[in-house]
């Protein structure tokens, strides 16, 4: 079994258009995300998956693998897995799907996602840290996840989630652990060739969140609880102001 880290980078964002070649503190963004990805113990290969020949060039600029991938995609899943076809992976390889716009991604979170495949039936796996903060269950940018006694995520939602009905919000973190998802996933390939032909579900579509699709056709979701989330993903430029300020500040 092989773990390979895939980062797509999409140039035609509608809040950011260029948010990959966005400057961070001197370095783009891509560049960051990719040399964290490198970081980690366990991936053999990491590679670029893009639909634009100005990431391109970026990427061999610094000297790393990319390949075009189509622009019709609507997700970086189906990015994914057509870089799987492309490279020959077999299916029982894993890939990883490193977001391309958290430049402080944690390469111990990439490792700690690869330990999710254990068993032959280990197919999908995500992570999920504790919410510390009331702002953060109430805050529907931020996506909750439940999981069963299996670490196995039963749902993800926008909305805070389980709804304590009998307590203030402020007695909510007290009494039990609420979940942040941490944005990052792993495959198996015979797996994520398998989620992208499936239609788009209502959850999906209600939640907007690809993952609820895979749990509404059946597919078990394995999670791993890490210590920490990671630092401000980008998704516009004022995120950038933000971010600069968490490093200062050691956040």
Known sequence: MKFIAVIPARYASTRFPGKPLADINGVSMIERVYNRAKES???????????????????????????????????????????????????????????????????????ELTTCFETAKDELATLVSVIK????????????????????A?????AAVPHKRN??????????????????????????????????????????????RWIENGYKIKVKIVSSSTYTAIDSPADIELLLKQLKEGI
């Open 167 to 212: 307590a203030e919000l402020s007695e909510w973190l007290k009494q039990g652990h609420y979940y942040k998802h941490v944005g990052i996933y792993g495959y198996k390939v015979s797996t994520l060739l398998s989620i992208t032909q499936l239609d788009k579900s209502f959850l999906e579509l209600t939640e907007s969140l690809e993952q609820l």
């Open 133 to 152: 903060s009331e702002h953060d269950v109430v805050n529907s940018n931020v996506v909750k996840a439940i999981l069963n006694k299996n670490n196995e």
């Open 41 to 111: 113990k366990n991936i053999s290969r990491v590679i670029v998956a893009t639909d634009d020949e100005r990431i391109v060039d970026c990427v061999k600029k610094f000297g790393g693998e990319v390949i075009i991938t189509d622009v019709n995609h609507q997700s970086g899943t189906d990015r994914c897995a057509e870089v799987a076809l492309k490279i020959g992976l077999k299916i029982q390889d894993v890939v990883i799907n490193v977001q391309g716009d958290e430049p402080y991604i944690y390469a111990a979170h990439i490792d």
């Open 154 to 158: 039963i749902y993800f939602s926008r």
